[in-house]
């Protein structure tokens, strides 16, 4: 059973660049999607995006560009990059991975970062 | 592509059976799936392609419906079944997820 793990800092202030880590025990990395989603009280569950172990990507365009995703199989790792924060940001994260690209079979605890001033 | 979830919240009784409705803005076939949350945990896969129950998820729960339609329905209600209730599509990119049913002991 794949586990996932979320880390890195908790509060950032506006126009900062978040970076995320997700830790992958139980399973490998190789042929599987994996990606990020947030969660927030107003806008409820939104799909940041996936990376494919090809290099073959998904991302939210609302993002507009700020987003990516790094997988690094060697570490079991994948990460999480969103520059030019705002408060809008501050969301509970939860690293993924995605079944054939299509939906969430596997879930971190999720990590809550916090953007202010 | 919206989806819009009915009720928001379901005050229910163990041992009853509820049925949660997710509506797609348009045709989304059989690509939905339907995930559980409880307070402070990450959501759980239920269902996927409409009607398929995930492995080790109970047959209590069940998913039903195709274009723009579908439901989710639970049997015999447990106490660990009171949580929050979301459904996600897949057909098309950006996913989206529903708003959620919070299903509340009665």
């Known amino acids: 059973q794949v586990q996932l793990q979320e880390s890195g800092p908790g509060v950032l202030k506006p126009s900062e660049t978040l970076s995320l880590t997700c830790s992958v025990s139980g399973g490998s990395m190789s042929g599987h999607y994996w990606g990020w989603i947030r969660q927030t009280p107003g806008k409820g569950l939104e799909f940041l995006g996936y990376l494919y172990s090809d290099g073959g990507s998904n991302y939210n365009p609302s993002l507009k560009g700020r987003f990516s995703i790094v997988v690094d199989e060697s570490k079991n790792q994948f990460s999480l990059k969103l520059t030019s924060l705002t408060t809008a940001d501050t969301a509970v994260y939860f690293c993924?991975?995605?079944?054939?690209?299509?939906?969430?079979?596997?879930w971190g605890p999720g990590i809550l970062v916090s953007v202010s001033s | 592509i919206q989806l819009t979830q009915s009720p928001s919240t379901l005050s229910t009784s163990v041992g009853d059976s509820v049925t949660i409705t997710c509506r797609a803005s348009?045709?989304?076939?059989?690509?939905l799936a339907w995930y559980q949350q409880k307070p402070g945990k990450a959501p759980k896969l239920l269902i996927y392609r409409a009607s398929n129950l995930e492995d080790g998820v109970s047959s209590r729960f069940s998913g039903s419906g195709s274009g723009t339609e579908f439901s989710l329905t639970i049997n015999s209600l447990q106490p660990d079944d009171f949580a929050t209730y979301f459904c996600q599509q897949y057909d098309s990119s950006p996913y989206t997820f529903g708003q959620g049913t919070t299903l509340d002991i009665k």
């Open positions: 993924v991975r995605t079944r054939d690209g299509h939906y969430f079979d596997s």
């Open positions: 348009q045709s989304i076939r059989s690509w």
